[in-house]
């Protein structure tokens, strides 16, 4: 059953912002400003790619979607930073509708080979438990009666940390939220060529019927100052707490994090 992760990385769409722009080039100034591509890269590579590199099942596809306007310096880096990790794929496109742009990525690289297809999506700041892709299939196989029945259902993990990185680390609060990304998933039946960047995460339970597991560690979701959702007043700040030992250790062993290397990496921000 094949299984897609998509990731947009800091692509200038027309749409998918809470935060709008005037012009498009506003809108890639923001995205391609030196601080916030430094803090992407930060937590792209310190959080969300080790996990996914040390994953039980290693069949799937991750599809990062970049602009054809990503400056070279960046995109030799993102290249370099997915380098021997077979399952990643950059894909470029121009500014376009967000949501149909995505849906296009993600079915250029779909087989559309009479199975079933699995789909969840991650920003540059999430992650999931070295688990999650056997964990997913797994429960795929197990609802695919349910499945067959309807053209799409989602496989919500929901248990995990909300994470800030800093130059100490870490600081997390613990999260069961229903449908967060990233261990989100919709499964869709294999003829159907919607994705699912073609729905809003939190109101998944309104479109389709949905599976939900708790009682396991699965997700991380990033939180800083450049999430979007972030970006507009009235936004409620979870109350954090740094990790301590035993948390580093737990961090290690469910989603190859070091914590070390995150605050390594933030460190080098700040100097």
């Known amino acids: 059953m094949q299984t897609i992760g998509i990731c947009r990385f800091s692509y200038p769409g027309d749409g998918g912002f809470q935060v ?4 498009l080039q506003d809108r890639m100034d923001y995205l391609y400003a030196p601080a916030r591509m430094a803090e992407r890269f ?3 590579e310190t959080m969300m790619l080790p996990p996914l590199r040390a994953q039980t099942d290693d069949d799937f596809t991750l599809l990062i979607v970049i602009g054809d306007s990503l400056p070279a310096q960046y ?10 990790m077979p399952q990643a794929v950059i894909r470029a496109y ?30 540059d700041d999430d992650a999931v438990a070295r688990t999650y892709i056997k964990r997913l299939r797994e429960t795929a196989l197990d609802v695919l009666p349910l499945a ?9 993990f929901n248990q995990g940390f909300i994470a800030r990185p ?21 499964m869709f039946k294999p003829d159907l060529r919607l994705s699912v960047m073609n729905f809003a995460h ?5 479109k389709m019927p949905t599976v939900t597991f708790a009682g396991e560690d699965m997700l991380i979701r990033g939180h800083n100052d450049f999430n979007d959702s972030r970006q507009k007043p009235g936004v409620r700040t979870p109350k954090l707490t740094p990790l301590d030992a035993a948390g580093k250790a737990h ?9 070390d290397a995150v605050a390594a990496a933030f460190s080098a921000l700040t100097a």
């Open 42 to 44: 930060a937590t792209f």
């Open 166 to 186: 800093t130059a100490t680390g870490l600081e997390v609060a613990p999260t069961n939220a229903p449908y967060t990304t990233a261990a989100l998933a919709l």
């Open 75 to 84: 995109r030799d880096r993102l290249e370099a930073a997915i380098e021997n």
């Open 94 to 123: 121009p500014p376009g509708p967000h949501r149909k742009v995505m849906q296009n990525a993600i079915n250029d690289i779909r087989r559309f080979d009479g199975d079933a297809c699995l789909q969840f999506r991650m920003d």
């Open 148 to 156: 067959a029945k309807h053209r799409h259902i989602a496989i919500d």
């Open 251 to 259: 961090f290690k062993a469910t989603y190859n994090i070091d914590v």
């Open 20 to 23: 709008e722009h005037y012009t």
């Open 202 to 206: 939190m109101k998944v339970g309104q």
